[in-house]
Every structure is written in structure tokens, then in C-alpha cells.
């Protein structure tokens, strides 16, 4: 059985079924970078996410 081709279109839906199997080495990356500081330290993380959605709505940035 052949397996189908990728298309622009099963590309972009894969992608949007899960983004990081677009980019591993980018997000591998980009996690190992932002787990550490979002969820390590004295301030909760909730309270960092907060800041950070606070933060973006003042810069008028959709997150």
C-alpha cells in the first residue's frame, strides 16, 4: 500500500493537529529555554502567566 504524499494542505493540518512535530528542534529548544523560568523560583507560575497575559494586553499583543 503507498503511503498518500504531503500536500501544503495535510501539512498545515497536521501542523495545526500539533505544532511542535513541524519544528521538534525548534520547540525542544524553546521549551528546555521557558520551562525553568515559568516553573521554577520563588513566584508561582500561575502568577508569572498572569503577568505575562497582563503584560501582552498592554502592548496590545494577541497571546
Do not use: W
Not at 501539512?11 to 528546555?32: I, Q
Amino acid at each position: 500500500m503507498a503511503t498518500p504524499e504531503a500536500t501544503p494542505e495535510s501539512t498545515a493540518t497536521a501542523g495545526a493537529a500539533e505544532p511542535t512535530a513541524l519544528l521538534p528542534d525548534f520547540f525542544r529548544s524553546y521549551f528546555a529555554f521557558f520551562r525553568p523560568g515559568h516553573q521554577e523560583g520563588v513566584v508561582p507560575s500561575r502568577i508569572k502567566e498572569l503577568a505575562r497575559l497582563k503584560i501582552a494586553a498592554l502592548n496590545d499583543c494577541d497571546t
